[in-house]
């Protein structure tokens, strides 16, 4: 049953159900959004390492490596993965590492979406 991640120690995603869930909303926001490939390709290895980290503390900076992943789109993915895990996983709320993942993702959460109401607030 699908519970969010699968991260190991390294915070590394390794699971192949998460891969197929990955990459299935990968295509649908890609054809939602018509991303380029180099764009997905990033937004995979945002997603596979679990990099998030560096994704919000180098946003807008022009060496980021993550330059090309709109905020709003990892947002959408992410609150998919976090919905999907919800629903699939009623008593991940029992288990402390189940907890301590959803903690990190609403954290992460929080964070874009505060990206993107910056965002639409410049433009």
């Given amino acids: ?4 991640p699968g991260l190991d120690e390294d915070g590394k995603c390794h699971s192949l159900e998460d ?3 990955i990459d299935r909303h990968l295509v649908n926001i890609a054809c939602g959004y018509s ?3 180099p764009s997905m390709e990033l937004l995979l290895d945002l997603f596979m390492v679990w990099d998030w980290s560096t994704y919000l503390a180098d946003y807008g900076q022009p060496a980021s490596k993550y330059l090309r992943v709109n905020p709003h789109t990892a947002l959408t993915l992410l609150e998919k993965m976090k919905d999907t895990s919800k629903k699939n996983n009623i008593f991940a709320q029992f288990r402390k590492k189940d907890r301590d993942r959803q903690k990190l ?11 993107v109401t910056g965002m639409s607030q410049h433009v």
């Fill in 1 to 4: 049953m699908y519970a969010c």
């Fill in 19 to 21: 891969l197929v869930f």
């Fill in 35 to 37: 991303l380029g490939v």
């Fill in 105 to 115: 993702i609403e954290t992460v959460v929080r964070q874009l979406r505060a990206l």
